[in-house]
């Protein structure tokens, strides 16, 4: 039998501020609310995620017309805003919204009647009361103070009476900014409370905006005192559909139902730790339960006998693979395999050479370099620093083995080294292939139909696979699975064969997966082990054993980082598969669709929060993991000075851009910055690069 968790079910009360508040009462003879994120909150990750709720209902009513309608509602009310602001308007109201909408988009018109009613029930089935707030308010009745409400909002006074109403809160009186034609936010609606309701140094306001709710209500005189525990995330980014709303109704459970720490506890704004744990329970789940869920559907297909998932990128799939009980319902045999584009790529290069001439396949590997690195660090992944003779001569074509090289910048030269020191590699390469052949064969990849799952994006490691195996006359039949691949994939499927990923797959333009291009590094990271790359392989008794290396990132990465993130993201794929709800999710949700919007929302719409802690991964791209940064430099470095930013260069390019605009004060420097981004992304949606300014 399903289980639902309901947030208020699983909410742990924050005793310490309400005995701040009890003791406020004394000196007060009115107490009033701010409403959203206050006295009620939504149970899902922003606010405008309700337009997506609406989308949904629409289009389950109407069809097909109102795809896109969650991103219309959004403009619309932007316009709304815009044209009010002309007219010195502060607040509109729901009508204006809705006269904007059908103005963009006609087709709108004959359905007017049903946009209110059908956001005020996405409203309903969204809103519940806080429970400190619910306590306060009751709190107030008893002693016989009195209790008023006051927001800043579109919705008519009879609309949100309606939501407390429905929430708990028995005949609730308030003022709304849309009636007045004053807001809390200019601090113009305080001398219509005061009017209204007393002195203003009789009244206590509550409120989680330290603007509208503590500065100005200050200014005017009243008493405050802020309550954060409820503040929703605000994501102005990424595309805004249905499916988005998964992620959203499990970050949101997740944010809400942390036991509350320290005074003015804050959800939006929490330690790395706790931060990358929330992402493993909502983003995690969705991305790696959806994605192995993909894999046991296409090894089924496929008539997979044995699925392989690769170190280090598999670490997650496979615990997840596990969590989701895929192992028991689908049969298919499963083991971990300890390979490397280092351990596997350098031994296929071998196959193309002679003892006396090294091909450009293999020359291209040896000399393969991410961005910039160093020749001391290029010559090491290959095991050739021993080469005296190969060392020297690099060393007096280059000056020194610290000399960084790019491929625009010294790759043509050190392959001329590498070519006139064949003779020597040679061995090391075949030495490689032994080693490779050993233990792909104990492994038994060289037997019947065999799935590999790795992140993928160019599939080298299984072209690798394949050529090591056929050069000895096996015919492996591999079949890969990826989380995602690029167009320049293509190019290796005449040597890979079988290729296909859930997110992304190389006929589709790179262009437009920005999205899941700025997760590249987020995802290796969090699917990632603990362990080292894979150097090569050992004999130890009877059997081939991987050689790795020390983990390469800071020993406590993974243990403060990476793991709490896997172990919740485990935990909820647990519980979903095993049939409970959480906030309105449940295993049905786990899909592509879902895991796609996790992505871009994160990706393309990070919160400051998510850009400390996932930014502070230190990842490496280079082959010979040699090279560690952390995600996001801008965090530890202040390029903000240079002329130019190249985003070109950065890990997570959204992560980049927003913290370097947080970081530069001057406003005309700033602007210069918003627009060379806007003009480097220009290939981006409208939404995310409204963020950059």
């Known amino acids: 039998m399903r289980r639902k968790f309901k947030i208020e079910n699983v909410w742990i009360i924050d005793r310490s501020w309400l005995s701040r508040f009890a003791d406020l009462l004394s000196t007060v003879s009115a107490v009033s609310f701010d409403v959203f994120d ?205 499916a988005v709303l998964p992620f959203s109704r499990l970050l949101r459970e997740k944010m809400l139902t942390l036991p509350p720490e320290g005074d003015d506890f804050d959800p939006t704004q929490l330690p790395a730790a706790q931060t990358m744990a929330l992402l493993g329970a909502s983003w995690g789940a969705l991305v790696a339960g959806s994605y192995v869920r993909w894999i046991a559907e296409r090894a089924q297909a496929l008539g997979l006998s044995r699925i392989y998932f690769c170190a280090r990128d598999g670490w997650l799939p496979q615990l997840a693979w596990h969590a989701a009980g895929l192992d028991k319902s689908t049969g298919i045999k499963t083991s971990y395999l300890y390979v490397s584009r280092r351990s596997l790529n350098f031994a296929a290069a071998a196959i193309s050479c002679t003892p006396t001439h090294l091909s450009e396949r293999a020359l291209e590997t040896l000399c393969n370099v991410f961005r910039s690195e160093r020749l001391h660090d290029v010559l090491a992944r290959a095991d050739l620093l021993t080469l005296q003779p190969l060392v020297d001569d690099v060393t007096a074509q280059f000056g020194s083995l610290d000399r960084s090289i790019s491929w625009h910048d010294g790759v043509h030269e050190l392959k001329d080294c590498m070519q006139r020191h064949a003779q020597s590699i040679y061995p090391v390469l075949q030495s490689k292939l032994l080693g490779v052949l050993s233990y792909l064969c104990q492994e038994g990849m060289h037997e019947g139909k065999v799935g590999i799952v790795d992140v993928g994006w160019h599939g ?192 997570w390019i959204m992560g980049s851009a927003l913290t370097a605009l947080s970081q530069t004060d001057d406003a005309h420097r700033r602007h210069e910055l918003a627009e060379s981004f806007r003009s480097q992304l220009s290939h981006y949606d409208s939404r995310t690069l409204g963020q950059l300014k």
């Open 38 to 242: 206050t006295a009620l909150t939504r149970s899902v990750d922003t606010p405008i995620d309700v337009f997506a709720i609406v989308e949904e209902k629409l289009i389950q009513r109407h069809g097909a017309l109102f795809s896109g309608y969650a991103e219309a509602r959004e403009i619309a009310e932007r316009t709304a805003r815009e044209k009010a602001a002309r007219h010195q308007k502060r607040e509109i109201g729901f009508q204006e919204i809705v006269e904007a909408l059908e103005t963009q988009n006609p087709a709108f018109s004959q359905y007017r009647s049903e946009f209110f009613d059908t956001e005020m029930e996405a409203e309903r089935e969204c809103c519940f009361a806080v429970p400190e707030i619910k306590a306060a308010f009751d709190l107030c009745r008893d002693k016989g103070i009195l209790v008023f409400f006051v927001s800043d909002m579109y919705l008519p006074e009879t609309a949100i009476r309606n939501l407390l109403e429905n929430a708990g809160y028995e005949a609730p009186e308030l003022i709304v900014s849309c009636e007045t034609g004053c807001a809390k936010w200019d601090g113009s609606q305080w001398p219509i409370v005061t009017q209204k309701w007393g002195n203003a140094e009789q009244i206590l306001h509550i409120g989680d905006n330290e603007g509208s709710d503590v500065r100005t209500a200050q200014q005017a005189g009243l008493k405050t005192l802020i309550f954060k525990r409820a503040r929703s995330n605000h994501r102005p980014g990424g595309p805004l559909t249905p």
């Open 460 to 651: 080298t490691m299984q072209a690798s696979v394949r050529a090591a195996l056929s050069n000895v006359g096996y015919e492996p039949m591999i079949y890969g699975l990826y989380a995602g691949l690029w167009p320049a994939a293509q190019r290796n499927r005449v040597r890979t064969g079988w290729m296909e990923a859930s997110f992304w797959n190389d006929y589709q333009s790179f262009l437009s997966g920005y999205g899941l291009y700025n997760n590249v590094a987020i995802i290796e990271n969090t699917f990632s082990s603990a362990e080292g790359t894979t150097l090569g392989y050992k004999q130890q008794g009877d059997q081939m054993v991987p050689i790795l290396a020390a983990a390469a990132a800071p020993e406590n990465q993974h243990e403060t980082l990476i793991a709490p993130f896997q172990n919740a993201a485990t935990n909820v794929i647990k519980s979903l598969f095993s049939g409970e709800i959480h906030n309105g999710v449940s295993s049905h949700d786990i899909a592509i669709d879902a895991a796609m919007m996790a992505i871009n929302r994160l990706g393309l719409s990070p919160t400051t929060s998510e850009i400390a802690a996932i930014g502070s991964i230190r990842h490496s791209g280079d082959p010979s993991h040699a090279t560690l940064t952390p995600i996001v430099r801008e965090l530890t470095e202040n390029p903000t000075t240079e002329k130019n930013i190249d985003l070109g260069h950065s890990d």
